[in-house]
């Protein structure tokens, strides 16, 4: 059972930092893509960011280009998110895909963690 275990969350301020991880009990590389996505209070979850493996790719949702880097190291997955807005608050997650129809889709997706929290205020 593939078990993704996301850390990192909490409060800032805007225009602050905060770096997320999501530990997968297995190699990172052993998915076909994997993503951060977001679900604000009320609203529809939405994909993030995106590393596609065999692409050798990211992507980025347009309201984070620029402040998100996602990054990858052996069983983590990172999301290194600046200048934080308000309207980045949200729970976090981590998803992977084990095809590429499943790649920035949540509901696609093989496997999911259980999100982390980070609020951001004004």
């Known amino acids: 059972q593939v078990q993704l275990v996301e850390s990192g969350g909490g409060s800032v301020q805007a225009g602050g930092s905060l770096r997320l991880s999501c530990v997968a009990s297995v190699p990172i590389d052993s998915f076909y893509c994997i993503s951060w996505f977001r679900q604000p209070p009320g609203k529809e979850r939405e994909a993030v960011a995106t590393i596609d493996r065999i692409e050798g790719t990211s992507s980025y949702a347009d309201s984070v280009k620029g402040r998100f880097t996602i990054s990858k190291d052996k069983q983590y997955l990172y999301l290194q998110m600046n200048s934080l807005k308000p309207e980045d608050t949200a729970m976090y997650s981590c998803?992977?895909?084990?095809?590429?129809?499943?790649?920035?889709?949540?509901?696609?997706?093989?496997?999911w963690g259980q999100g982390t929290q980070v609020t951001v205020s004004s």
């Open positions: 998803a992977a895909a084990s095809a590429r129809s499943g790649c920035g889709s949540w509901s696609r997706s093989a496997f």
